[in-house]
Nanobody
């Protein structure tokens, strides 16, 4: 059974940094499309970043240049390094995974597997 567990959320002031982690069990990260999504109160969930099995990475314009997605296949863990955080980055962040052979990009919403979410709050 595939399980994703996020950690690393918290409260930070604008301009600060956080690193989110997503630990996976039940499958091997190396062959999956992985992504980070977020949802702010009253808003739709939006994609932020994705990384494919071949290490192809895509970012939403809203996070490009500030966030970095990476994965450690040996640890089966996905990361999101978030720098220069802004109040508008406040949201619940989710990691997601699927075994698509192609079509992995940050905005694709139909991953089969999702974590429970971790809260990120950025104050001004």
């Amino acid at each position: 059974q595939v399980q994703l567990v996020e950690s690393g959320g918290g409260s930070v002031q604008a301009g600060g940094s956080l690193r989110l982690s997503c630990a996976a069990t039940g499958y091997s990260y190396s062959s999956y499309c992985m992504g980070w999504f977020r949802q702010a109160p009253g808003k739709e969930r939006e994609g932020g970043a994705s990384i494919d099995s071949d290490q192809t990475i895509t970012y939403a314009d809203s996070v490009k240049g500030r966030f970095t997605i990476s994965k450690d296949n040996a640890k089966n863990t996905l990361y999101l390094q978030m720098n220069r955080l802004k109040p508008e980055d406040t949201a619940t962040y989710y990691c997601a995974a699927d075994s698509w052979a192609k079509g992995c990009w940050y905005g694709r919403p139909d991953h089969n597997y999702w974590g429970q979410g971790t809260q990120v709050t950025v104050s001004s």
